[in-house]
């Protein structure tokens, strides 16, 4: 690769972010600084485990490495939703008979291989005949042959051991509940008040599910990401990732309530909406599942990850690969090399850009795109973007442009949340004044980090009058000279 070649790549050499979950194996301060070192940009913290005070001892050592690593990292707090659950059996467990009937009924006497309570009046009202009902993630298989306020009959299609308070996925009908338990709420206020940065909102169903918690976070509070995980979701796609700041791909969840040849479709599908919306896009679960137990992945997990890669994902995730597994640091390192030596691929220009994203008609988007073509046609180093809300960024981000994306932002808040953006690279700096002020940061910043040497061509995009949120409305296209490279260290 030449020189000028490398200079095209960022300093870390890719544009598609980690994320990495948090757990038993990761929560130390040690081995979350042998993740950043790996490549993590990102950390999430499933609410689903451990205790807040856990959480809040992982936060500060997250920060505390921010300031080691002069970087912002972001930080997800994952929700846990509510979980629909079986009751308990008399023995602890019974077993379905394949072809067989089962009841769910709201009798709390403990269970047996005819029948077990279902602790959820919600659901009694709303199943219809021929709907599904899988237990334990899928491993066995109902469909309802009856069902009224009080009793669901039911034909085992697959059969099998069912145990205490085995999980519930009904994939055929909107459950009437909302996204956010109890449980729930308590972990947002925990999260807000720790200033993490993004929400994973768990069961959405409905845009209206967005809408409550941003009631509860606020105009200041963690930005949401969307889990798509639920069917009904699917359909009102377009609306939930409206009024969501983030999407995320959980395709876990996603193949226990459809048939697993139906989710890399809509995994592509949901990932080219996100990026048509210019949010930012996760796809998340699974990618590197072998890495629990052993120190490399399948070739078919290296080939999952590389996909979400040319496919033009913001992120991808790591979930129990680096929570619990024996080899998180290696799962992290693994995941960046894949991204890598995809983007090193002389085809990976091509197909992430596959994707046609016409700009709004807005002078905003037109300057985002004008900026992608100015940098295919000349050789520049980075595009400079000054930004408060981190909507700017947003815009260049989702052309795709072949040049890094220096973010430069007097918020932190704001620094922290583009950490999840596709070939974004923060920087909380104070706030410019003027025009001659804002070149001049622009190039000094380049320099300083690492985006710049003598001779290079920057674009530089802002906003006039300067500190005025969503009024971009400048594109400037400078040169450093060999002068300002030695004043600033070069």
């Known amino acids: 690769m030449s020189r000028r070649e490398q200079s095209r790549i960022d300093p870390r050499g890719r544009k598609v ?46 920060r505390a490495l921010e300031k080691q690593f002069a970087k912002p990292i972001a930080i997800l707090a994952d929700l846990q939703g509510p979980k629909l659950r079986v009751g308990t059996f008399k023995e ?27 602790p959820h009046p919600e659901l009694f009202g709303i199943l219809e005949r021929g709907q599904r009902l899988l237990i334990n993630d899928g491993k066995i298989r109902l469909k309802v042959l009856e069902a009224d306020d009080s009793r669901i009959l039911c034909s085992a299609e697959v059969g099998g051991v069912i145990s205490d308070r085995k999980g519930v996925n009904v994939p055929d009908a909107e459950v009437p509940i909302p996204a956010l338990t109890e449980k729930d709420r308590r972990d947002l206020a925990f999260a807000a008040e720790h200033g993490v940065d993004w929400i994973g909102l768990s069961f959405v169903q409905r845009p209206e599910d967005i809408a409550e918690a941003r009631k509860l976070t606020g105009p200041h509070g963690p930005a949401i990401c969307a889990k798509i995980e639920k069917p009904k979701a699917i359909a009102r796609l ?16 996603l193949g226990v309530e459809l048939e697993p040849y139906e989710v890399p479709p809509l995994q592509k599908k949901i990932v080219s909406m996100a990026r048509r919306a210019g949010k930012p896009v996760i796809v998340a679960t699974q990618m590197l599942e072998s890495m629990i137990e052993n120190p490399t992945p399948t070739r078919a997990e290296v080939s999952d990850v590389a996909n979400a890669v040319y496919d033009g994902a913001d992120a991808v995730m790591l979930s129990a690969e680096s929570a619990a597994g024996a080899w998180p640091e290696e799962s992290v390192a693994m995941m960046d090399r894949i991204a890598v030596q995809v983007e090193r ?23 985002a795109h004008a900026s992608m073509t100015i940098a295919d046609t000349l050789p520049i180093s980075a595009i400079t973007v000054f930004t408060s809300s981190g909507a700017t960024a947003r815009r260049v981000a989702r052309e795709r442009p072949a040049t890094p994306v ?18 974004a690279h923060a920087v909380a700096t104070k706030d410019i004044g003027s025009f001659e002020e804002m070149i001049g940061k622009g190039k000094r910043m380049a320099l300083r980090h690492g985006f710049a040497e003598a001779g290079a061509k920057l674009i530089v995009l802002a906003g006039v009058p300067f500190g005025t949120p969503g009024a971009t409305n400048l594109l400037h296209v400078v040169t450093v000279s060999g002068d300002e490279l030695a004043r600033h260290g070069g």
């Open 17 to 62: 972010k980690i994320l990495a979950t948090i757990g038993p194996a990761s929560r130390s301060r040690d081995m979350l600084e042998k993740l950043v070192r790996a490549g993590a940009d990102a950390f999430r913290l499933n609410m689903s485990h451990g205790a807040q005070a856990d959480h809040a001892e992982a936060i500060q050592a997250i």
């Open 92 to 118: 602890g467990q019974a077993v379905i008979r394949h072809s067989g009937h089962f009841v769910l009924d709201r009798d709390e006497t403990p269970g047996d291989e005819t029948r077990v309570c279902l």
């Open 238 to 253: 377009g609306a939930i990732i409206e009024l969501a700041d983030a999407i995320m791909v959980a395709r876990g969840d």
């Open 345 to 367: 691929d002389e085809g990976y220009k091509a197909r992430v850009r596959f994707l046609d994203t016409p700009p709004d008609a807005t002078t905003s988007d037109a300057l």
């Open 406 to 423: 220096l973010v430069l932002t007097p918020s932190i808040r704001t620094a922290r949340r583009v950490a999840l953006l596709w070939g």
